[in-house]
């Protein structure tokens, strides 16, 4: 049969592209492509070569690996390092069953050695003697890499074997990997230094065990699980997988607690699910689990393929990681104002789900990325964990990628945008910003701001979702018959909301600038602003130099308060709520009165204050011109301790400070406001 040329360039193609990603993943340990998108192309290549006989030997289907690196020795393994058939499917395993019978000639279910598919490097440990004489790569499965001095560095490879009469000579074959906290520890200790993030951990331990200089391997906490035996000599071993496992651990190697033998395709796929149901909660990646046929004559009898055993298969589960395509970026404005750039992309299966979109976090995670729209990327997804863009391929990306630019404007009400803190960006309105809605109410009507009883998170939520109230201003026009049709509120209950709503009316100038929620303004800046001021109209006006005369305000809070009163939609909402009722004293600012004799001093509140609630205790000490902390420190000039007092009483006691009860304390404030 003539082959289409289409077919034979698709090919030529198809080995080009496996030879180029075969070269990154064994022989550079810095792949572009997930194990999935590499397995895809594998499996298409290995498809056209049967159907139109294609095959050749040098074909990557025919390959285990990649070629050893010249930088270091050369190692060719007595026995093949192969490597393993693959099958996602529960059908698949059956069907692997089914030629293992007819290729022996008998139907009767067969018994497995079941253990977790490691996501890690592939090695062989010679011991002689039960002395660790050499450790190496697989390669390309039948040469690999002398990497000797890092293996020694690995803490759970013993150096020798803890048995008397060792074998003679004997290869133990494991999988080298980098634990999940050791990963991420490393990753901590990267990004508080300024370096290089890792991409996942099989890429870091396969990077470590290439160093030239095993101190550097010894830095990464690499372990290893073994799973087969080589060439041995001098000793007869079990004849049964599982039982030369139980001896190898007896020795002092370490074998993965979670290997099993089942009896019959059926309890290997049951296997197969529970491993997969503990998937995230293992210490070490995984990517399937591999099947093995537990008795060693039975291997024997059935051999293997070019570079596969017929014994053996791996069962794959669905890929963490996969190629896209980012199709755009769009920026989301959340409950608490920051905004958050959001990748769009083209839809793509991986970890179990379709994604199609993922958080970018912030400007500084697309500028280490180095992410551009068009771009073609590597999406990871771990269990039930938030799917990430991991990494950019270059190698397949567009050339007319476009930037990502941060918008000028807030995208859902188009105030100004700020800096907040070194990464994140917020919208400047806070309150007015529909995006922010339901966040803000909660924060007007809690107890430290309007403190309008009975109006709780729930009921904010479910009068905001039913479209009785948009801002702030709309609590003070709800109606009892309103309320009372909502669900679980009865007429009493919208009653008594309506009587707390009207109550909540009359207010103190503080507490109302701590209920609009404007940025870095809490209690004690509010109740500075209110003393200093005495009125809303003169903090309106207030310009940015007379703002930072307020005890405790600074450039960036004084900056904030000037943003959150120079946008007229704030401006527009606070007549509103006048115009609504509430309403609050006006205090007397006498610029001449020595009116804050505690001007300076540091107090702390700890225990139970029975005679004054503590919000109060803090306004006046405020209003006196004291600073409130939460802790004690040599800072501390006083400490009020009520019953209850724990560690705090315990540290100023240590710290030789002031410590007066609540009787005293109220005899000072009387004595300070004669």
């Not at 490393?186 to 095993?214: C, E, H, M, W, Y």
């Not at 991991?390 to 990306?397: A, L």
């Amino acid at each position: 049969m003539a082959v289409p040329d289409k077919i034979k360039q698709e090919v030529r193609e198809l080995r080009a592209q496996l030879e180029y990603h075969n070269r990154l993943y064994h022989s550079l340990d810095s792949p572009e492509i997930p194990d999935a998108d590499y397995d895809a192309l594998l499996t298409r290549l290995g498809l056209l070569e049967d159907k139109f006989d294609l095959a050749i030997p040098g074909s990557p289907t025919q390959r285990v690996g990649g070629e050893a690196l010249s930088l270091f020795t050369q190692v060719t393994h007595t026995m093949p390092m192969l490597s393993l058939d693959k099958v996602s499917s529960e059908k698949g395993l059956g069907d692997f069953e089914l030629r293992l019978q007819k290729k022996l000639g008998d139907d009767s279910q067969l018994q497995y050695s079941c253990e977790p598919k490691v996501d890690g490097v592939a090695v062989s440990l010679l011991y002689r003697d039960g002395v660790l004489l050499r450790g190496a790569t697989r390669g390309d499965g039948v040469t690999g890499e002398d990497i000797t001095r890092n293996v020694k560095t690995i803490p759970s490879i013993p150096l020798q074997l803890e048995v008397a009469a060792a074998p003679a000579l004997i290869e133990i074959r494991g999988e080298i990997f980098l634990g999940k906290k050791g990963f991420a520890d490393l990753n901590r200790r990267a990004g508080k230094k300024g370096s290089k993030i890792f991409v996942n951990p099989r890429n870091t331990a396969a990077g470590a065990l290439r160093q030239l200089d095993p101190r550097h391997t010894a830095r990464v906490p690499l372990q290893m699980y073994c799973y087969s035996v080589g060439v041995f000599e001098g000793r007869a071993l079990p004849d049964q997988l599982g039982e030369i496992f139980s001896l190898l651990a007896s020795w002092g190697l370490p074998v993965n607690p979670d290997i099993n033998t089942r009896t019959g395709i059926e309890a290997c796929l049951a296997y197969c699910r529970e491993l997969l149901a503990r998937r995230n909660s293992l210490e070490y990646e995984i990517d399937g689990a591999v099947i093995k046929i537990n008795d060693l004559d039975t291997q024997r009898r059935l051999g293997s393929n070019a570079r596969t055993p017929r014994w053996a298969m791996a069962f794959k589960f669905p890929a963490e990681e996969k190629t896209t395509r980012l199709l755009d970026v769009e920026f989301q404005v959340g409950r608490t104002g920051t905004i958050t750039p959001v990748a769009r992309l083209e839809p793509v299966f991986v970890g179990g789900v379709t994604v199609s979109n993922t958080t970018l976090h912030n400007m500084d995670e697309i500028e280490r990325l180095g992410l551009r729209i068009g771009d073609t990327v590597i999406v990871r997804r771990a269990g039930d964990v938030i799917p990430k863009i991991v990494k950019v391929v270059r190698s397949r990306s567009k050339k007319n990628r476009k930037e990502i630019r941060l918008p000028e404007a807030c995208p859902a009400c188009g105030s100004a945008i700020e800096k907040d803190g070194e990464v994140l960006y917020k919208c400047s309105a806070g309150i007015i910003c529909p995006a922010q809605r339901k966040e803000s109410i909660k924060h007007f009507a809690s107890r430290t701001a309007m403190d309008i009883e009975g109006l709780g998170d729930k009921l904010v939520e479910q009068l905001v979702d039913e479209g009785m109230i948009g801002t702030v201003a709309d609590i003070f026009a709800l109606a009892t018959e309103q309320l009372a049709s909502l669900e679980r509120m009865g007429s009493k209950s919208a009653k008594n909301l309506i009587a707390a709503i009207d109550k909540s009316k009359q207010t103190t100038l503080s507490r109302f600038l701590f209920a609009l929620g404007i940025r870095e303004v809490g209690t004690a800046t509010s109740q500075q602003l209110a003393m200093h001021y005495g009125d809303i109209a003169q903090i309106v006006a207030a310009d940015a130099e007379s703002l930072e005369r307020v005890p405790d305000i600074g450039p960036i809070v004084a900056s904030h308060i000037r943003t959150f009163f120079e946008n007229q939609e704030n401006l527009a909402l606070i007549k509103s709520l006048q115009d609504g009722g509430v309403r609050w004293p006006k205090i007397v600012v006498d610029a001449g009165a020595p009116a804050r004799p505690l001007l300076g001093k540091t107090y702390v509140l700890t225990g139970t204050l029975q005679q004054m609630p503590r919000d109060e205790a803090k306004r006046q000490l405020l209003a006196l011109g004291a600073k409130v902390a939460g802790s004690v420190s040599k800072n501390t000039d006083c400490v009020v301790a009520g019953p209850g007092a724990g560690s705090k009483l315990v540290k100023a006691e240590a710290l030789a400070i002031k410590v007066i009860d609540e009787g005293e304390f109220l005899s000072l404030l009387d004595a300070l406001s004669q």
